[in-house]
């Protein structure tokens, strides 16, 4: 693994179904974040995570859990999917909070709720 | 809350120059990140500014005035491959950062 990965790459999903979207990061950074991304709005962040054995809400929590078990790992939880959690998502992940440090994107789960 | 404002769309000829615009007003700051994503792909950093002025990279420049909370991600030389989507995002207080719908550039030959 190099950089950050998620999966799966595409999905689609009856309403009302449970899904985890994973994240999975081997460049040991301390914060990751989960967003989602409509075409007009832009990337919002939905949840956060500064350590491990931390989590965060981020704008648009609603719908959506996460856990941080260890520093690798940041799932993202949908417990009963609506049509309007349709989107692409994307896992993130920084070195540390600190006000240098760039984000690292992952390649992103398309998300299709029926 | 965070309001992150630029334009929707620019176009632009091959070997020019263009200049995307960014307002923000946001509660605490830490910084501006530009960001560029490529159609159906993820995003990549381009450049970040944290001091008033500008800072350059190459073909790539950005700029900021945290008086007018106000920055431009400038793209010289302009070549096909720079067609794509360019994000504005602030880190707020919490180094949290909010992003900005995004601007699509599109290079004609």
């Known amino acids: 693994i190099a950089g950050i990965t998620q999966a799966p790459t595409s999905q689609i999903l009856a309403a009302g179904r449970r899904m985890t979207l994973r994240c999975t990061q081997d460049?040991?950074?301390?914060?990751m974040y989960w967003y989602r991304q409509d075409l007009g709005l832009g990337l919002r962040l939905i949840h956060y995570s500064n350590t491990a054995g931390t989590t965060g809400k981020g704008e648009v929590p609603d719908g959506y859990s996460v856990s941080r078990a260890n520093t690798d790992d940041f799932p993202l939880t949908l417990a009963s999917a609506v049509p309007s959690q349709t989107s692409v998502y994307f896992c993130?992940?920084?070195?540390?909070?600190?006000?240098?440090?760039?984000?690292?994107f992952g390649p992103g789960t398309r998300l299709t709720v029926t | 809350g965070q309001n992150i404002d630029q334009p929707t769309e620019m176009t632009a000829t091959e070997g020019a120059i263009v200049q995307i615009n960014c307002t923000y007003q946001t509660s605490g700051f830490n910084g501006l990140f530009w960001y560029q994503q490529h159609a159906g792909e993820a995003p990549t950093f381009l450049s970040y500014n944290v001091l008033d002025g500008l800072e350059e990279k190459g073909r790539f420049s950005s700029f900021l005035s945290r008086s007018k909370g106000y920055s431009y991600l400038l793209l010289k030389e302009l070549q096909m491959k720079d067609s794509a989507s360019y994000l504005c995002?602030?880190?707020?207080?919490?180094?949290?950062?909010?992003f900005g719908a995004g601007t699509t550039v599109t290079v004609r030959a």
């Open positions: 993130a992940s920084t070195l540390d909070r600190g006000p240098f440090y760039e984000q690292y």
């Open positions: 460049m040991r950074h301390n914060a």
């Open positions: 995002a602030v880190r707020d207080g919490d180094y949290k950062l909010s």
